[in-house]
């Protein structure tokens, strides 16, 4: 899966002296020499159950437009202080005196706005390898299963989390012949193989955007829904090669993430318009494209995305427009939702403006199902693919 | 940036599943590409309608056309169609003569297991085949010298571009020119030709002479072959495009003899067609069990075997002592799948399988004989003892690929006791990891779908849903079950009285009422026979009703099926491969003596009565397949056929 991966197609393209500059950050290796702990045993972080923590995370980066949005919009325009986080990163990155834990590891990686939660955990969980003090494969192996499965205890509702550990257990720790070597070089090997999996689904967003150019078209009215990282990808390069489209924003209650997206899209001198999100039906007529990320990917090829993307997809769908996604493959999950309930819950609270009595009940699930038959093609760093080439891409991984 | 949008102008778009690769002719798959196109000319002739010109098989030699294409008694130059009956009795005659090769009758009947109804012209055509066979003097009695020929040969070159466009490798590139039949063209390459011939014909009759001192001749082929010869020499100046177009198409063929041979070698034997008197015949004088055939058979599925049931197993008995080469364990097994004490996919594959290990295990190598030929001649012979008791599954073909497979992968260092033991060790582990262990995993999957307050429906009885059942109730999961069943078999009230006696919460009801209780329903849980790689779902008849029933009401239709049964054929209806059951099984309902209204007619020629057993699903009403491997959606069918072969491989 991985190694097929089309990263050559960012090979001819010269990288910009920032993401240079960062990565070559973001390898410095940690070493830390102090044992590790056992990270089973801490408590689960996130024990406010009714709250999703991944929508937490994702509020936190994205900075959850409130009413007063336009003056946080003001501040954001400082936004992303890179040269800060990174400094921060390699001043927490050796913590002397404190017993390594994946947990701390991966909050200080998934500090970084721009580092998807799962690049985050599988950066940590190379970090493991790297400070593991385990002398056989067997202990080694066990000790990166007990820190992948505290991360995932560390929030069950990120759909991309599980998957991207997962991902990474298969790919780094299967290979056959790390029984005929010795257990530093296979370790050396280890670690390799961690950091260039780290570097895949590092690049994987830039990759999709490079892909995706293909099916943007000049005067092309494009249907966005909530703010998706890769999604906001795709635009800037097209936008960047002066491709000339429109696109229509829905609001996305209720974090109201949309407003922040045509934000986004407004600094790029992108025509945006914003749309509630019960206007979809009445302006899809003009729209010739409906572009969506996705939280994650599952077997059957649909995909998990925030609430209102299955609504949007169903109207696409009836009007005859593609629908597409653009998602990591570090998404892929070995899910199979048969309907919209068949999922683990992921709630967040919503915010009407006006008190709601106690005997109304409010829906206040995040995310919602969308069918493979519903979509056009998925963009993904493996290539663009058709749904039904997801189960394909999951079962040659796992079996 | 536009350099490269400019490398790549179409969007590249992975696929999976079913799709048509534009213009690729798969040439490994089928006869139905290359022979096609060189046919068109043959369906305008009358004599030829019936052959089906997809299957004709390519001549062994370019001078069984040559010879057989022109003819000095008939007036007219002699229509196209010709060679192709000419081969036929050619390999009709080498079947008489005793020499049986398997390759040649299925090719030399697959012509007309290509069409369904044509009962009637099959007869006329293969006794016109038994007559000529009886010498080669019989040319004149050919009705086809009295057709008028300028039809056909205007057809035949009309028709001429669409040759050309053969894309299997081709011999003689000169007559592949769409400008071939104009005659000034031809005086050239026919000398060579004519050279090539005569090499040909030498070697004909060296083979011919070989077969003859074989002692098995009844015809002197050699005399056929030099007066075959002699009449073509005479001939071939007269009518020289009409030669040419022969030659063009027997070329053709020659170049694609090596291909086609192992096309043929990779190609699963067709299916027998009961629709084919020859072939019927043939199988009846080898098979062991007498069948007496049904007298009044359905039109539409003649093709299918229809016998009349109930009289076997009696016969088959009393035969037991004189059987001495059927192992008896073969025979017993085969004696429970015609009384059906045997069914179930699973079942009757491990009745099978273990029934192969005890033949495995009392097996000795006769003398001047290897274990692996021998014995996958034997398996073989056994298969078809079974399959008359009973058609073999698809899930019991892929078994017995597997063994026939490990068989012939057996090291010829090993010697007989330790290859012996090997594949008994293989069957173990088939029946293991491909049933029991893939069984577990299954329910594994398929239980963790099942939530409280769910209501599942099922229909017939399948073992590995009844264990999904169970062990989702031993979770101490709530849910509610309706059994679904349909007549004659019933087989849900088995399955019913088992869940009841485990304290599941059912409800019972015959398909005639699925439409009523589906808007409580929340999941339908299938099992199937097998599942092909379009998808489509291959089971109990009756599955496709429930499962179309539960798509319209967006319920999720859950099959669960080991991978072992997957397949990779496609099918697309019910009708060209199934299986019939006792058509008096419906006909009577068995406590109801008021019910009697057939009891008269049931003889009268107006009434055909149709027991099928099995029908296909279209993968549309199919929400996911549960397998071994996983939950799969049934795009993805390919991909684990395609993984499971590789595995079979590596077991």
Redesign the interface.
Same mark, same amino acid.
Request: charged fraction near 25%; hydrophobic fraction near 35%; charge should be negative.
């Given at each position: 899966m991985w190694w097929r991966s089309p990263s050559f197609?960012l090979d001819? %393209?010269q990288q910009q002296p920032n993401d240079t500059a960062r990565r070559d950050a973001l390898s410095i290796p940690l070493s830390s020499p102090l044992p590790p702990s056992t990270t089973m045993a801490d408590p689960n972080p996130n024990p406010n159950h009714k709250i999703s923590a991944y929508y937490q995370t994702r509020a936190a980066h994205h900075g959850v437009v409130s009413s007063d949005w336009l003056a946080q919009a003001q501040a954001a325009v400082g936004h992303l202080p890179e040269g800060d986080d990174d400094a921060s990163n390699n001043d927490q990155g050796a913590p002397s005196g404190k017993p390594f834990s994946v947990i701390d590891e991966f909050n200080n990686w998934r500090k970084q706005p721009d580092l998807a939660e799962a690049v985050a955990a599988i950066r940590a969980l190379a970090a493991v390898i790297r400070n593991s003090q385990a002398t056989t494969m067997m202990e080694l192996e066990i000790e990166l299963k007990k820190a992948s499965d505290s991360l995932k205890s560390w929030d069950t509702t990120s759909i991309s989390l599980t998957a991207g550990c997962d991902l990474f257990m298969r790919y780094v720790t299967r290979t056959s012949a790390l029984e005929y070597e010795d257990f530093n070089s296979a370790k050396t090997r280890l670690i390799e193989r961690a950091e260039k999996f780290g570097e895949i689904s590092y690049k994987a967003r830039k990759i999709i955007a490079?892909l995706s $150019?293909?099916?943007i078209f000049d005067g092309c009215t494009i249907l966005v829904h909530g703010f998706s990282r890769v999604v906001l990808e795709v635009l800037k390069t097209a936008a960047q090669?002066k491709k000339l489209f429109r696109v229509f924003c829905t609001e996305g209650r209720p974090d109201r993430t949309g407003l922040r997206l045509s934000n986004e899209l407004a600094k790029l001198d992108v025509p945006v318009k914003l749309l509630i999100d019960s206007a979809v039906a009445y302006s899809m007529d003009e729209v010739d494209m409906v572009f969506v990320g996705a939280d994650g990917v599952v077997? =059957?090829?649909g995909i998990i995305n925030m609430m209102g993307t299955y609504q949007i997809a169903l109207v696409a769908h009836s009007m005859n427009k593609p629908v597409y996604v653009a998602a990591e493959s570090y998404k892929f999950a %070995?899910l @199979?939702p &048969?309907?919209q309930k068949?999922m683990g819950p992921a709630l967040r609270p919503i915010e009407f403006g006006v008190p709601i009595p106690s005997k109304v009940e409010v829906e206040t699930s995040a995310r919602d199902y969308t069918p493979?038959q519903y979509l056009t &093609?998925l963009f993904t760093d493996l290539? *663009? &693919?058709?749904p039904? *080439?997801v =189960?394909?891409e999951l079962? $040659?991984l @796992? &079996? | 940036m536009d350099a490269r949008r400019g490398s790549l102008p179409v969007p590249r778009v992975r696929q999976v599943g079913f799709f048509t690769p534009n213009a690729q002719p798969a040439p490994t798959r089928s006869q139905s590409g290359p022979p096609d196109s060189s046919s068109p000319p043959l369906s305008d002739s009358p004599a030829s309608n019936s052959l089906s010109p997809v299957m004709i098989p390519p001549p062994r030699h370019h001078s069984d056309n040559l010879a057989a294409a022109p003819r000095p008694t008939s007036p007219l130059p002699v229509p196209e169609p010709s060679p192709f009956r000419r081969r036929g009795a050619d390999n009709n005659n080498a079947l008489l003569v005793g020499s049986y090769n398997p390759a040649e009758t299925l090719l030399a009947m697959s012509p007309s297991s290509s069409h369904v109804g044509d009962g009637e012209s099959e007869e006329t055509m293969s006794g016109g085949w038994f007559r000529r066979s009886n010498s080669g003097k019989l040319a004149s009695s050919l009705p086809s010298g009295t057709f008028d020929f300028s039809p056909v040969q205007s057809t035949a070159e009309a028709l001429k571009p669409n040759k050309v466009q053969n894309p299997v490798g081709i011999s003689a590139p000169k007559e592949q020119q769409p400008e071939a039949p104009s005659s000034s063209k031809q005086p050239k390459p026919k000398l060579t030709k004519a050279e090539r011939r005569a090499l040909q014909e030498s070697q004909r009759a060296a083979k011919a002479a070989a077969k003859a001192g074989g002692g098995k001749s009844v015809a002197a082929p050699e005399e056929v072959a030099t007066i075959k010869s002699v009449k073509q020499h005479q001939t071939q100046k007269k009518d020289a495009p009409q030669v040419a177009v022969s030659v063009a198409a027997s070329e053709r063929k020659g170049g694609d003899k090596s291909q086609e041979k192992e096309r043929r070698k990779d190609a699963p034997a067709p299916r027998m067609q009961f629709d084919d008197k020859s072939r019927v015949e043939k199988a009846k004088r080898r098979s062991v069990v007498d069948q007496t055939e049904a007298k009044k058979r359905v039109e539409l599925f003649r093709h299918l075997p229809q016998y009349e049931h109930g009289t076997q197993l009696a016969d088959l008995e009393s035969k037991f002592l004189q059987l001495d080469p059927m192992h008896p364990a073969i025979y017993k097994v085969g004696l429970q799948y015609l009384a059906g004490d045997i069914s179930g996919g699973n079942a009757r594959c491990i009745a099978m399988l273990q029934a192969f290990q005890q033949v495995v295990k009392d097996y000795s190598t006769p003398p001047e004989k290897t274990l692996p030929r021998d014995l996958t001649a034997k398996i073989s012979s056994y298969v078809s003892f079974f399959t008359q008791c009973r058609p073999l599954s698809m899930s019991m073909g892929n078994a017995i690929r597997f063994l026939k497979n490990r068989i012939a992968k057996l090291s010829p260092s090993l010697s007989e006791s330790e290859s012996k033991s090997s594949i008994c060790t293989d069957i173990d582990r088939f029946i293991n990891e491909k049933i029991v262990l893939a069984d577990r995993v299954i329910v594994q999957h398929a239980s963790s779908k099942v939530k409280d307050g769910d209501v599942l429906l099922v229909y017939g009885s399948s073992c590995v849903v009844e264990m999904v059942l169970l062990h989702s109730h031993e979770l101490g999961k709530q849910f509610r079950v309706i059994v679904v069943d349909s007549r004659p078999k019933l087989e849900g009230k088995a399955l019913l009285r088992r869940l009841v006696a485990k304290g599941v919460h059912c409800t019972y009801t015959h398909i005639n009422a699925v439409s009523y209780v589906m808007h409580e329903v929340t999941k339908v849980f299938l099992g199937a026979s097998s599942v092909l790689s379009n998808g489509t779902v291959y089971s109990r008849v009756g599955t496709a009703c429930v499962a179309m029933v539960a798509h319209a009401f967006r319920v999720p239709v859950i099959i669960c099926c080991e991978a072992y049964k997957f397949h990779e054929r496609v099918q697309l209806d019910s009708i060209c491969s199934n299986e019939l059951g006792d058509p008096d099984a419906i006909g009577k309902v068995p406590g109801r003596m008021d019910v009697n209204y057939l009891n008269d007619v049931s003889n009268s020629g107006n009434l055909q009565l149709l027991n099928l057993m099995y029908d296909a699903t279209p993968a549309d009403y199919v929400s996911m397949i549960v397998t071994d491997y996983g939950m799969i959606p049934p795009t993805s069918v390919p991909v684990i056929v395609r993984e499971y072969r590789r595995d079979h491989l590596l077991i």
């Open positions: 197609i001819n %393209r490079m $150019q293909d099916f090669s077997e =059957s090829g %070995r @199979y &048969l309907d068949d493979p &093609l290539g *663009v &693919l058709t039904s *080439v =189960s394909d079962i $040659q @796992y &079996l | -």
